[in-house]
């Protein structure tokens, strides 16, 4: 079965550092996608990234890259230049591509950028 | 704009009063999918659309149904709601199984 383990409740970083995430991963297929959202206050969830088993290169959207580790299983997510607006609940989430469709999620890191 | 959209976003109702969340996407997605999120145990899944007419349980289906007549709309009814049922609710479409999912604002609800 698919699971997903996020190790860090909270964490606090300084405005303008940069902050990882960490994200690991257990699933027995080959084929899966693996999925950042940032959840914040206002309680929506929005995507910021996306990962496939099979790329080779480590998937970037502007502040945010993931560190895609296959062999250890591992898909931590790097904020760069970090911002008072990236407080928020972010989860790691994966899926596999047959049966239920469904994201598995992680139970989430709190971050905190301080001014 | 592209969307999923949940109604309503609160709500407050009693035991054994039935009730149902609408969700509607405008992305013509095939698939689509109901969460609900509760602290302590994050997001777990309710129920399922792979398409059209096809529906399955998730993780945790008991108490719920849904129903997918047309490609656009997956509302979610609970029949006889209780107080175990209050949570934040998510619906979610996605256009493949590897694309990301686009999440409605949620639906907060409670039941007395």
Request: glycine content about 8%.
């Amino acid at each position: 079965a698919q699971k997903i383990t996020q190790t860090q409740p909270g964490m606090f970083v300084q405005e303008k550092e940069a902050v990882t995430l960490d994200c690991t991963y257990d699933t027995s297929d080959q084929s899966y996608g693996l999925f950042w959202y940032k959840q914040p206050s206002s309680g929506e969830m929005i995507f910021l990234i996306y990962q496939g088993s099979y790329d080779e290169q480590n998937a970037t959207e502007g502040r945010y890259s993931l560190n895609f580790q296959k062999a250890r299983k591992s898909a931590n997510l790097v904020i760069s230049a970090s911002q008072l607006g990236d407080s928020a609940m972010y989860f790691c989430a994966m899926r596999e591509i047959q049966g239920a469709q469904k994201l598995v999620f992680g139970q989430g890191t709190r971050l905190t950028i301080n001014p | 704009e592209a969307q999923v959209t949940q109604n309503p976003r609160y709500l407050i109702t009693v035991t054994g009063k039935k009730l149902t969340v609408t969700c509607s996407q405008n992305m013509n997605h095939e698939y689509m999918s109901w969460y609900r999120q509760d602290p302590g145990l994050g997001l777990r899944q309710i129920y399922y659309s792979m398409n059209v007419e096809v529906t399955d349980k998730g993780d945790v289906p008991e108490g719920y149904k849904v129903s997918r007549k047309e490609k656009r709309n997956f509302p979610l009814i609970l029949e006889s709601p209780s107080p175990n049922q209050t949570s934040l609710y998510f619906c979610a479409s996605s256009l493949s199984s590897l694309s990301e999912a686009f999440f409605g604002q949620g639906t907060r609800l409670t039941v007395v």
